[in-house]
């Protein structure tokens, strides 16, 4: 049974007769139901009875109901309303829009709007770049989505994505101060999409791609950066690729390994595993296998996909062949991008001595975290109940404020190595441990420590020019 989280966090309104024991009873019974129980107060009080909000933390919406029958079962309780609190948070959307300027008077709005507005549209319609100082487009983003690959949810299309895009844009905010807003689109064309993202750009300064299936995601991202003059970033690919370099820098630390060393075994050959596969070669990594669903990616293999064809050919430098379990007998380092539950404790147990092992399938990870620490050094996953999250919030805020800040229109490898070099250096080497490999995401520097790294990549590069 999966630990109850605050994702499935509920409330609980109950009437309950007022009696020095109530409280107590209710905290009982809804924790031998199995519930985490974060918060109980007595809302109202009368004579005989009293009013009171229990609020835990469930499984799901199964487990809901048992923790409201077991509430109910207390003689002389009755449960009045179960409210889901993560579908309260949602109610109304997530952002708003809030004018930077005060509009005061008419004096103001003279200069908001029209007619002082007409010589800053003038301004810019005879030198277009104008546009990025005097308008939205300065600090604004786009995060852009067909709802093809949402999470672990698939392809669940543009309104079911939007909640996800949503919060998204309240992280760039919170972490970075940056604009951005949900662009969820009713089409999967790749031409199309291309065409409308173009049509929309003079609006953003960036365009964050996100949950967009592999193939057509790398087509996309490869046009749009070649046919934009703004930077265009594919998070599930290198936001993933940026976090997972910074922990296994750490991890590495650790239990004193080099990449250049290591045998690296990488499940999944999408849009991040693909992504990743090419920043740790870039890093210096020399033997990566990489497994998707039908085994080991090789040399002399079949591949519609050029993306496989790309690692077949930089990849697997011992030509092997066979099964993800069999590839991680011996391996020192396991990256999974993949699917729940495709190793189990033994394939960890096979694996090197002092073994790393990333299992980030979310909300399911390839092998339970708690299992692979009984034979791996290091173990880190995609969720937030266990150590070591590996989460792009860590990512993709500052380095769209580093690429805001430098005015920049392309993305490099350098910043790439950057963003996760600043990610990895936020974890001291009196704070480094097996448990402690990537700063939390609450951590307040990150994002800065990330922008500032962009910016002097850039003007290293200007310098250099």
Known sequence: MANPGPGNSITLRIDAPSKFSVTSELAAAAAGAGA???ALDVVESHPTTIVVDLT?????????????????????????????????????GKLEVNPRVP????????????????????????????????????????????????????????????????GKAALFKQFANVDAWPVCLDTKDTEEIIK??????????????EDIAAPRCFEIEARLREELDIPVFHDDQHGTA????????????????????????????????NAIIQLLLAEGAHDIV???????????????????????????????????KEAVVGADVFIGVSAPNVLDEADIAAMADDAIVFAMANPTPEIDPIVASRHAAVVATGRSDFPNQINNVLAFPGFFRGLLDAGVSDITPPMLVAAADAIAARVGEDELNASFII????????????????????EAGATKE
Not at 248 to 262: E, M, P, T
Not at 441 to 454: N, Q, S
């Open 36 to 38: 985490a129980i974060t």
């Open 196 to 209: 409308i993202v173009k049509a929309i750009a003079p609006v953003y300064g960036g365009v964050n791609l």
């Open 103 to 166: 509009l005061r008077n008419r004096d103001d709005l003279s200069r908001a709007y029209t007619p002082g507005v007409a010589r800053v549209c003038m301004a810019i319609a005879e030198d277009k770049s104008k546009a990025r100082q005097l308008t939205v487009k300065r600090n604004t983003i786009a995060v852009v989505t067909d709802g093809t690959a949402v999470l672990g949810l698939g392809d669940i299309g543009p309104e079911a994505a939007l909640p996800v895009m949503e």
């Open 439 to 458: 700063p939390s995401v609450f951590d307040p520097l990150v994002a800065g420590a990330v922008a500032e790294a962009i910016v002097r990549v850039v």
């Open 290 to 324: 990489a497994a998707g669903r039908d085994g080991a990616i090789h040399a002399g293999g079949e591949y519609a996909d050029a993306h496989r064809v790309e690692i077949a050919a930089t990849t697997n430098p011992r030509g092997f062949q066979g099964s993800l």
């Open 242 to 273: 940026i976090v997972t370099l910074a922990a296994l820098r750490n991890a590495l630390k650790v239990v004193g390994k080099s990449i250049g060393d290591v045998r690296i075994v990488v499940s999944g050959v999408g849009a991040a595993g």
């Open 56 to 92: 835990c933390n469930t499984t799901g919406e199964e487990h809901a109901d048992q923790v409201r029958d077991a509430v109910e079962a207390l003689e002389g309780v009755t449960v009045r309303l179960v409210s889901d609190r993560t579908f309260l948070m949602h109610l109304g």
